[in-house]
């Protein structure tokens, strides 16, 4: 179980293979990776990813052991980055790693929708005219919710 | 009068023009403050004018407008999170 927010890419192989290393009893690994997408066609210049320092590592640790308590995991990882990120780079990833699969698809879901509404992380869009905050959407509440 | 860290981010930062700024308060709750610095300069009642859009958090942890102030030491206002 394990967080990290960092500025810095990360290699999902390796981490993958970091999760499951040495632990035989692992049968299934999940993972979402989150990218920088461009919806306008090419007027995206990069993406900058905003987040509230020593909060944000707090409140992803508690998303990870509310995981860890309602699914039976082997190991997690979430990797959150922050700083300008170019159309396409990698922002985020999530891998649960369990016995079974089932555990680790909810487990993951699970992680991404309450990092969504409840890790202090904000995106702001730089387009070639101008740059934009992005706003949330009442459906990632609705997906959190679903949880509980 | 308490001293507080009062920590600001995304548009909410923009708006009031700082990071991060030390406030002395008398304020009991979260609601307290923003009406106590929204009285203090506009920039303030522009960025809280709406605050069904703007987040609280006391000590790194999020509450609702009508938590009390205690004895905090840091409250953040930020827009509701779009990570991931």
Redesign the interface.
Known sequence: MSVSVQSEDFDLGAEVTALTDGNGNIGAVVTFV?LVRDKTGGALLSME????P??TE?ALAEIEGAATKRWSLSASRII?RYGNLKTGAQ??MVATASPHRKDAFEAAEFL?DY??????????EHFKDGAK????KAADDAAKDRWS | MMQLDV?Y???VRERIGVAKEQVSTDAHTVADLVNELSAREERYQVAFQDMAVVKV?VD???VSLDTPLGRAKEV?F???????
């Open positions: 989150g990813l905003e987040h509230y020593g909060m707090q959150h922002i985020m991404m990092l969504k509404t409840d890790a202090p992380f904000w995106k702001k905050w992005v706003d949330s | 920590l981010f995304a548009w958090a790194q942890v999020l953040a930020f827009p509701p999170m779009t990570g991931g």
